[in-house]
């Protein structure tokens, strides 16, 4: 099973362009769906996108459509949600989770198998 360590948060004014990472330790990366999730302070945790192992599918939440793209390079074992347009509304603690060899669209939340440990996204007005 991978473990995931995020990374590339920060704050940022609104309007403006961050890129997270999520890097995988581990040799089987390439089989592994990947999703971002983000969970502000009193909020429920929301799912922002995902990106399947095979032919690359991607979802994204109605919220960041438009605006997030999620990719992944294997070679680096690396997933990517690069983020523009941000807004106050995205300020949250985003993380990154993954499940081997299910498409995005055949899990639930909570079904993700690993997760990593977070990074923080602060979006100024």
């Known amino acids: 099973q991978v473990q995931l360590v995020e990374s590339g948060g920060g704050l940022v004014q609104a309007g403006g362009s961050l890129r997270l990472s999520c890097t995988a330790a581990g040799p089987t990366f390439r089989s592994y769906s990947v999703a971002w999730f983000r969970q502000a302070p009193d909020k429920e945790r929301e799912f922002v996108a995902a990106?399947?192992?095979?032919?690359?599918?991607?979802y994204y939440g109605d919220s960041v459509k438009g605006r997030f793209t999620i990719s992944r390079d294997n070679a680096k074992n690396t997933a990517y949600l690069q983020m523009n347009s941000l807004k106050p509304e995205d300020t949250a603690v985003y993380y990154c989770?993954?499940?081997?060899?299910?498409?995005?669209?055949?899990?639930?939340?909570?079904?993700?198998?690993?997760w990593g440990q977070g990074t923080q996204v602060t979006v100024s007005s």
């Open positions: 989770a993954a499940h081997f060899r299910r498409d995005p669209s055949r899990i639930r939340g909570e079904e993700y198998e690993t």
């Open positions: 990106i399947s192992y095979s032919y690359d599918n991607t």
